[in-house]
């Protein structure tokens, strides 16, 4: 049985951040060392309440750690544009409730620096929102570079039209200063963009389905999914987009994606922020495609 994977997620939950956090409560190959919040899909004290609630439903006795109230350069996105998504309170239509836990007193960036100094070359950070706290832990900590196994992060579109403008994806159009950041810094960097997340798609049935065999957690993801479900209907398609639960399983699993090595780089202004070209800039690994029907039968099944 091979070691579980030392991981850190960075998330703006968010209805498929809070997917990807259950998912990853219930993988053993997952050994999840805490999480770390970022504005995005709701402000980031939103983010942290969220991100505590998800690990009381699932019995999480990791850290929580609040990042970023918003991005490295540009001004945040007014959050009723997000709203229109996930809901105003993150989570859909199902209402806020104060958490049992609460977070830790070191910030998003030094909880990442001094995980990675403690587990040198083992964490891997999964980035499912802007990747703000990752370009910040870089500037703050020197190691960090050199102490961090991998970063896998969900954002871009390569070869595909981004969801936000027809170039660019929601996370990189929030802070792609931050994502050039990271490209330039060396560290291994895989991206999970909508050129696979979008194949990966979870509807109503499959949620319902879920509910059924896990009551509590399916429960809580079919309610709290129900009106993100229907922005993707009412584009003609049949379910959601696992964006983040992909990134999650792209971190053990990387055998269900094709995966080619290439420069890539992220246009900072104009038309066409935010976008995510591939040809040139730093080397990172890029998701060209995916094994769909596996993946969701791996995120579905996982809940028993
Ligand atoms: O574009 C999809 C990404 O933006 C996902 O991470 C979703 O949660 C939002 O943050
Ligand atoms: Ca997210």
Redesign the pocket.
Known sequence: MPKPTKMIIDT?P????AMAILYAAHDTSIELLGLTTVF??VPVEKATRNALRLCDLADLEIPVAEGAAKPSVFAPLDPAE?AR??GAEGFGPVPPETPQRTPTEEDAADFMASMARRYPGEVTLCA???ITNVAEALRRHADFVDNIAKIIF??GAAYVPG??TPYA???TYQDPHALAEVLASGVPTLMVG?DV?MQTTGSRDDFAELARRHPDHGGFLERASDAYIGIYEARGLTGC?L??PA?VIACVKPDLFEITQEPLSVVLDGEQVGRTLPGHGSEAQICRGVDAPKLKKRFFSMFG
């Open positions: 703006d968010g209805v498929d951040d995005g899909n997000a998504i996930h499912i929102g802007p969900m954002g969801n936000v994806e929601a996370n909508l997340t987009g964006h983040d990134a």
